[in-house]
């Protein structure tokens, strides 16, 4: 069966950066589309940046707009974030939904992604 796993997570500093991977194993990644999202203590898990199955198309959060960038290979799905903020700090989520069920253009809203990982921890100080 699909799973994520989810890599790159640790401790930065305001304004530093960290590169989170996303694997996904049982599947071919080249065949679902992939989102980023994450969710602080006490808040909604929120979608940050999502990309096509094709990699032709992304989308992102406007908090994030210009500050993180998502790419993939046939092995992965990268999520680049630069220049972190405090407000960045949270647990972040890899998910994925199968390109042959997907419905209406890419979108950031948890309940279209039925993949998910189990996170990783996201620290700015």
């Known amino acids: 069966h699909v799973q994520l796993v989810e890599s790159g997570g640790g401790s930065v500093q305001a304004g530093g950066s960290l590169t989170l991977s996303c694997e996904l194993t049982?599947?071919?990644?080249?065949?679902?589309?992939v989102g980023w999202f994450r969710q602080a203590p006490g808040k909604v898990r929120e979608g940050v940046a999502a990309?096509?199955?094709?990699?032709?198309y992304t989308d992102y959060a406007d908090t994030v707009e210009a500050r993180f960038t998502i790419s993939r290979d046939s092995a992965s799905v990268t999520l680049q974030m630069n220049n972190l903020r405090p407000e960045d700090m949270a647990t972040y989520y890899c998910?994925?939904?199968?390109?042959?069920?997907?419905?209406?253009?890419?979108?950031?809203?948890?309940?279209?992604?039925?993949?998910w990982g189990r996170g990783t921890q996201v620290t700015v100080s």
């Open positions: 998910a994925a939904a199968l390109l042959a069920t997907w419905r209406g253009p890419i979108s950031l809203t948890p309940g279209k992604y039925a993949y």
């Open positions: 049982g599947g071919n990644i080249d065949n679902y589309y």
């Open positions: 990309i096509t199955a094709s990699g032709s």
